[in-house]
């Protein structure tokens, strides 16, 4: 069984549970699921997903539901926003003058449109006027509900270090 700090090896598949797009994948780590879902990239490298349990490296939902889990077993979930992407942060969504964000770059901007601000977070434009343009810099998935498929393929205990970093008397 998975425990904390153990090295979890897992292929997954998210889809939006709500919505006009409720089902689809967003998300997997299995090619083939990419190509028939139609969400394959050349760019992307579909393999399965290593990380640490505990540690906050994946969302906190897909985290915990690895806990427990068997080699070959396979586990659905559905995850509220806090436990997923976050809700959304109305204070993450800003207008600012059109003529700023233009003036920083090369293109008119569009509904869409991806920005980035001067602290270097990325953020979707959603509305545009003559003067002023919205930005939203939550995670494109804050305040959805997700699903999440997820097959353990494979655990073990991290190695934390050689004695030689250990130290010897």
Do not use: C
């Not at 889809?15 to 992307?44: N, W």
């Not at 997923?84 to 109305?90: I, L, P, R, W």
Request: no cysteine.
């Amino acid at each position: 069984m998975v425990e904390q700090g153990e090295i979890a090896i897992v292929h997954l598949t998210g889809r939006l549970v709500d919505g006009p797009e409720a089902g689809e994948p967003f998300e997997t780590t299995d090619v083939d699921v990419a190509l028939e879902a139609g969400i394959y990239h050349d760019q992307r490298d579909f393999k399965p997903l290593e990380f640490r349990v505990g540690e906050g490296h994946i969302i906190p939902g897909l985290d915990e539901a690895v806990q427990g889990m068997t080699e070959g077993e396979e586990r659905t979930v559905v995850l509220e926003p806090e436990a997923a992407y976050g809700a959304v942060d109305e204070d993450a969504i800003v207008t600012v003058p059109r003529e700023e964000i233009e003036s920083r770059s090369d293109t008119t901007a569009e509904v869409g449109g991806l920005v980035e601000s001067e602290s270097g977070e990325y953020g979707w434009i959603t509305a545009v006027d003559d003067e002023r343009v919205t930005v939203d810099f939550n995670h494109e998935l804050a305040g959805e509900r997700v699903e999440f498929e997820i097959r353990l393929l494979e655990s073990h205990a991290s190695k934390t270090g050689s004695a030689g970093e250990r130290g010897t008397a």
